[in-house]
């Protein structure tokens, strides 16, 4: 199972982040590493297609990392993943790291994806109201994807919250669908 995996390989990481006092500055790596594979679709099919080889990737992974200035425990993280042959996981990897991450800082990590940008005030008062519905403070991941047309989705922990007008529009177009 690929969440176990990923835990486990993000635990790992964790660590020897906080061994080394840079629990954020690997943090920060990893969000780029999610932004660069949201970003490139070539990489995104470097990860995820069994085609490649162990070597490919590890060569891959290696020349990517050493052009985005990706060292440290992430570059070397990411070339150890890549030889292991655990690339598809890396998404997971980097969501369980933050799930580890927002755990030891005594918060909740919460992924909310919206239809535009929010602002700065928006994201303060989402923070709030999400504070008060988990009880900590929450450390918010957000993402931007347009065709939810308006509203958010929220996710922490195993809990959803949909309020995306994509969502309502499906659920009435299959409430008409039965009636006719």
């Given at each position: 199972?690929?969440?176990?995996?990923?835990?486990?390989?993000?635990?790992?990481?964790?660590?020897?982040a906080?061994?080394?006092?840079?629990?954020?500055?690997?943090?920060?790596?990893?969000?780029?590493?999610?932004?660069?594979?949201?970003?490139?679709?070539?990489?995104?099919?470097?990860?995820?297609?069994?085609?490649?080889?162990?070597?490919?990737?590890?060569?891959?992974?290696?020349?990517?990392a050493?052009?985005?200035?990706?060292?440290?425990?992430?570059?070397?993280?990411?070339?150890?993943?890549?030889?292991?042959?655990?690339?598809?996981?890396?998404?997971?990897?980097?969501?369980?790291?933050?799930?580890?991450?927002?755990?030891?800082?005594?918060?909740?990590?919460?992924?909310?994806?919206?239809?535009?940008?929010?602002?700065?005030e928006?994201t303060?008062?989402l923070?709030?109201?999400?504070?008060?519905?988990?009880?900590?403070?929450?450390?918010?991941?957000?993402?931007?994807?347009?065709?939810?047309?308006?509203?958010?989705?929220?996710?922490?922990?195993?809990?959803?919250?949909?309020?995306?007008?994509?969502?309502?529009?499906?659920?009435?177009?299959?409430?008409?669908?039965?009636?006719?």
């Amino acid at each position: 199972m690929i969440s176990g995996m990923a835990e486990r390989y993000a635990g790992s990481l964790f660590a020897l982040a906080l061994e080394a006092g840079n629990v954020e500055a690997v943090e920060a790596a990893l969000g780029e590493v999610e932004d660069m594979i949201a970003q490139s679709a070539d990489l995104r099919r470097l990860i995820e297609s069994p085609v490649f080889s162990a070597d490919d990737q590890f060569r891959a992974i290696d020349a990517i990392a050493k052009k985005a200035g990706i060292q440290g425990l992430v570059g070397n993280f990411l070339r150890v993943v890549a030889r292991n042959r655990r690339l598809f996981a890396v998404p997971s990897m980097i969501a369980s790291f933050r799930r580890i991450a927002a755990a030891h800082r005594g918060e909740v990590a919460a992924e909310v994806t919206s239809a535009h940008e929010l602002t700065a005030e928006q994201t303060k008062e989402l923070q709030a109201s999400l504070k008060q519905v988990a009880g900590k403070d929450v450390a918010v991941k957000l993402t931007v994807d347009p065709a939810l047309l308006g509203g958010l989705i929220v996710k922490i922990g195993s809990r959803q919250i949909d309020t995306s007008l994509r969502t309502k529009l499906n659920s009435l177009k299959l409430a008409l669908k039965e009636v006719g």
